[in-house]
């Protein structure tokens, strides 16, 4: 399974950006994927995550919950992360990450992926 995710940039505080995670190989429906992220210095953080598509069920980390939605086209094997009223504490390398079999409440936890995809860097600055 290989992971690609795409869409980063530069935006103005209170702009919004979606990014893309493509998916290739052998990857079924039943996957859970995520998104982290990184900043400079500090650890990776779950931002989101969405279970297999019989669940469908979304998590978000409380900073960006309100703000941030998770989306998968399993048609196209790809996610979405549509990320709304940016704050320059968004800023961050993100990536996507995906697992077969997940435990929900370690979503996220960047040891339950078995998957990783390069990262996209966000810039959020005026």
């Known amino acids: 399974v290989q992971l690609q995710a795409s869409g980063g940039g530069l935006v103005q505080p209170g702009g919004s950006l979606t990014l893309s995670c493509a998916a290739s190989?052998?990857?079924?429906?039943?996957?859970?994927f995520g998104w982290f992220r990184q900043a400079p210095g500090k650890e990776r953080e779950g931002v989101s995550c969405?279970?297999?598509?019989?669940?469908?069920?979304?998590y978000y980390s409380d900073s960006v919950r309100g703000r941030f939605t998770i989306s998968r086209d399993n048609a196209k094997k790809s996610v979405y992360l549509q990320m709304t009223r940016l704050k320059p504490e968004d800023t961050a390398v993100y990536y996507c990450a995906s697992v077969a079999y997940l435990w929900t409440m370690d979503w996220g936890l960047p040891e339950s992926y078995n998957y990783w995809g390069h990262g996209t860097l966000v810039t959020v600055s005026s």
């Open positions: 969405i279970s297999g598509s019989s669940d469908g069920s979304q």
């Open positions: 190989g052998f990857i079924s429906d039943y996957y859970a």
